[in-house]
């Protein structure tokens, strides 16, 4: 079974129950840096320190630390966002990682030009012609 203990990147999506909303946490194992890549920003950043503190005690098992965190530097980055009222965090969480994968930022330029109805389209193609492909959910061990 592969683990994420030898993984210097991982991508984890995070769903909150309030507000109820997703996003991507982008993990730099080597660095102890986490950034975060939210299309619904708010003064509130409470809502981080859960998924943080979880990150902090991996990083700290993966060190094999005496400690049960390890010191990580957390970065809101500034990345597209989606409109007043839009119910569309996830397809912007699945485009964030998108280009996060790749090495890109995705900022607002990047998104302008695109409509929700627009990334729902583009997804369903990219789906049905295998640019990007269905994961199958595994159980918790």
């Keep these: 079974m592969e683990t994420f203990q030898n993984k210097e990147r991982i991508m984890i999506t995070v769903y909150t ?64 966002q989606q409109p007043c009222g839009s119910v569309d965090c996830g397809l912007y969480l699945t485009r964030f990682a998108k280009y996060v994968a790749v090495g890109e930022v995705p900022t607002a330029d990047k998104f302008d030009r695109l409509s929700s109805k627009t990334m729902r389209e583009i997804m369903y193609w990219e789906l049905r012609f295998g640019r990007i492909q269905k994961q199958p959910l595994r159980s918790r061990e």
Aim: hydrophobic share 40%.
């Design 17 to 80: 129950t309030a507000p109820r909303h997703w996003f991507l946490a982008y993990v730099k194992t080597n660095e102890a840096t986490v950034q975060i890549f939210d299309s619904l920003k708010s003064s509130n950043t409470s809502r981080y320190l859960p998924v943080c503190e979880r990150i902090s005690r991996i990083l700290a098992a993966i060190s094999n630390r005496t400690d049960d965190y390890a010191e990580i530097d957390v970065r809101l980055v500034e990345c597209a």
